[in-house]
């Protein structure tokens, strides 16, 4: 990074961004020790259309022995609810990705030091974490409590791709490190993506975003019907709708921090955030919908999180 640009992002280093980053993680793990106590299939199904309906059938046994025990059933299932969305933080890391690295450049080209640089910095930040994660559970032995035998898969994993074979590799030794592949891809492609924003505008980027989304998933699901992986992240396209809504308001808050954030923490922008993830979840329903609901879900949560933690 050029020098010159060195004080005005530290003068610029946004608090907010690193507690909504806590915040997501906190979910994300409180997510991931719900799931391994054995409650997932205890809690209501979150989505709306059904949810009305799972959550009287969980709590009548309750209600019928009183209205204390039927008030308990009910707030264990909200916060069983509230836990299963825990996922859904992971749109917010991806919004916050292509925020942070659009606004690290501000409105350079390129990085002063060029991209094989950034790629070396980038790179350099991520394996050694990733690697020490695989060692320390290696390590764990039986605490790690692993599933499946240790086999070809484990060297594909610490590749950082784990592509091959995606349905058996994308969740393998530990489902978390899906993560890291999606990161790598879209680390891969933000030069390219970064050129294509700066030429036509955050706005139109961060919709056709969406819109490249949107026709990737209906592509997976309604014409080639493989593996759900793939638009879960094994292909970066599948989520782009977080990642370039993340470059336009990183692009946007460069420009105008003060206007951006004016925008960002007032109340209606927090309803609207609700709203937006509200039809997110929504979508779940149909597949067209589902095209949609990373997208939706990642606008509004991203928000939502955003005013938590200002």
């Excluded at 690290?104 to 950034?118: A, D, I, K, T, Y």
């Excluded at 970066?236 to 460069?254: P, T």
Aim: with cysteine; proline share 5%; charged share 15%.
């Amino acid at each position: 990074m050029d020098p010159s640009e060195r004080p005005r992002e530290a003068e610029q280093r946004l608090v907010w961004v690193d507690v909504a980053k806590g915040l997501s993680i906190l979910w994300i793990a409180y997510f991931h020790l719900f799931q391994e106590a054995g409650h997932g299939d205890r809690a209501v199904n979150p989505v709306p259309a059904r949810y009305t309906v799972r959550l009287a059938g969980f709590c009548l046994p309750a209600v019928d022995e009183g209205w204390l025990p039927g008030a308990a059933c009910v707030a264990r299932a909200l916060v069983g609810s509230f836990t299963l969305l825990g996922f859904h933080a992971v749109a917010v890391f991806l919004v916050l990705s292509g925020f942070g690295l659009a606004r690290s450049l501000g409105n350079v080209e390129r990085p002063s030091q060029g991209w094989g640089r950034w790629y070396r910095r980038r790179l350099l930040r991520l394996f050694p974490l990733y690697w020490a994660a695989h060692l320390v559970i290696l390590l764990a032995g039986p605490l790690a409590r692993l599933d499946e035998s240790l086999d070809a898969r484990l060297l594909v994993s610490m590749s950082g791709l784990r592509l091959w074979p995606i349905e058996t590799a994308w969740f393998y030794f530990n489902p978390s490190f899906w993560y890291f592949t999606l990161l790598v891809q879209l680390y891969a492609v933000f030069p390219l993506l970064w050129r294509v924003a700066r030429r036509i505008g955050p706005l139109p980027f961060a919709l056709g975003g969406l819109v490249v989304t949107a026709a990737v998933r209906w592509s997976l699901f309604a014409g080639w019907a493989i593996s759900t992986h793939w638009a879960e992240g094994g292909w970066f396209a599948g989520r782009m709708a977080e990642f370039a809504l993340g470059i336009g308001l990183g692009m946007v808050h460069r420009r105008d921090r003060l206007a951006t954030e004016a925008w960002l923490f007032r109340p209606p922008s927090v309803a609207l955030g609700f709203a937006l993830w509200w039809l997110g979840l929504v979508s779940y329903r149909s597949t067209l919908g589902y095209c949609f609901t990373n997208g939706l879900i990642g606008a509004g949560l991203f928000v939502v999180v955003a005013n938590l933690a200002e």
